[in-house]
């Protein structure tokens, strides 16, 4: 079955292209016509509206939520927990870069949330994020360097698990030793309550050399960004690299979607929203063909190229990318509530009828 997955919003909403104009959700200047928090005291907060959100995922039948990384945002931890906490069924992906802290400690974090949650966490890696961002931090892990250490963060993460699957087992363990050049663990591992557990799966993302070695070792889950020339060829070299490491990684995509009941009227909402921006040029001119369309980064989306058309036509262009080998779409749109309700409405059963229709032994037993 496809899994699709929608990105939650970091930094509230994002309806306006200018992040500085967000308001709904708690960012952005006060404007009466923009915010929509309730001033009443003990109302509406800015948490509200991303609660909703994540309501709206599990109601419309998707299968994740991603929490991203944003140094400017919500913190992704955060959010991630709350999610969990306000769903039965949707599984969380929390994007997160690997010097927030140690990986004993973030598998700390994720078996106390894994146990909340009856195993529904993901973990995303930020490896290549930008490097006066990343100094912000005091990071001073640059180049390569970083996917070193990122390979370093998985394997001693993945160590001190272990010993949780050992303790389940019966057995007293021997303790996690590792020392490496980012890390050095004496004895580690969980025991007790936080032993047996599911280890999150791994989704890297990346096209460098570096980024696909490292999702051939050691990812569950390798995310690519549509590119003007497709991904194919990308997905062929992950494929290489993992069938020499002898695993299997899947292939996710990030997209963001402008879909409607007609073709027209999902370019009409395009030129709409581009009019608006001063930019030279048409949104035409971004046209990428296959209803694929190279402007979503100008309307304020993580992702530069995205599918516009009707329901039909991006459930088509859906199923291509799934003949391709894409098991897992990572989905986005603005205003968030309203597109989740549009994509799980019409889109998804279009895009995935075998897995979005409930056999009647099913239905029986839901």
Same mark, same amino acid.
């Given at each position: ?147 070193? @250490?990122?390979? +370093?963060?998985?394997?001693? $993460? &993945? ?5 949780? *699957?050992?303790?389940?087992? %019966?057995? =007293? ?86 879909? @409607?009941?007609? +073709?027209?009227?999902?370019? $009409? &909402? ?5 009019? *608006?921006?001063?930019?030279? %040029?048409? =949104? ?83």
């Amino acid at each position: 079955m496809t899994e699709f997955v929608w990105r939650l919003p970091s930094r509230g909403d994002g309806r306006r292209a200018d992040p500085g104009l967000r308001g709904r959700g708690g960012f952005g200047p006060p404007t009466p016509s923009l915010e929509t928090t309730d001033v009443r005291a003990g109302r509406c907060g800015p948490f509200d509206d991303l609660a909703q959100i994540v309501d709206a995922v599990e109601l419309n039948g998707f299968d994740g939520v991603l929490a991203p990384y944003d140094p400017l945002g919500e913190e992704s931890w955060i959010v991630a927990a709350a999610a969990l906490r306000a769903t039965r069924y949707t599984r969380v992906t929390v994007e997160f870069q690997p010097a927030f802290g140690t990986p004993v400690y973030a598998a700390k974090i994720s078996a106390t949330l894994q146990r909340h949650s009856a195993g529904r966490l993901n973990w995303r890696l930020a490896v290549d994020t930008d490097d006066a961002e990343a100094r912000t931090r005091g990071d001073r892990v640059t180049g390569d360097e970083r996917y070193d @250490r990122a390979a +370093e963060f998985l394997t001693v $993460a &993945r160590g001190v698990w272990n010993e949780n *699957e050992i303790a389940a087992a %019966g057995f =007293a363990g021997t303790g996690f030793d590792y020392a490496g050049r980012h890390y050095d663990v004496i004895d580690g591992g969980f025991r007790g309550i936080l032993s047996g557990l599911a280890f999150p799966a791994v989704h890297l993302s990346g096209t460098s050399s570096a980024a696909l070695a490292l999702s051939a070792a050691h990812g569950d889950v390798h995310l690519f960004a549509e590119q003007t020339d497709g991904i194919a060829a990308a997905v062929a070299e992950l494929g290489e690299r993992t069938a020499a490491e002898s695993r299997r990684v899947g292939v996710g995509l990030e997209l963001p979607i402008i879909a @409607r009941e007609t +073709e027209d009227e999902a370019w $009409a &909402r395009v030129h709409r929203q581009w009019d *608006e921006l001063d930019r030279p %040029g048409t =949104a035409a001119d971004h046209t990428l063909g296959d209803g694929r369309w190279a402007g979503f980064d100008a309307f304020g989306y993580d992702r530069r190229i995205g599918l516009v058309g009707s329901y039909e036509q991006v459930a088509q262009q859906l199923s291509a990318y799934q003949a391709a080998g894409v098991q897992t779409f990572v989905l986005s749109g603005h205003p968030n509530i309203e597109e989740i309700h549009r994509a799980g409405e019409h889109l998804l059963f279009l895009a995935d009828p075998a897995g979005r229709t409930l056999t009647t032994a099913q239905e029986l037993t839901a």
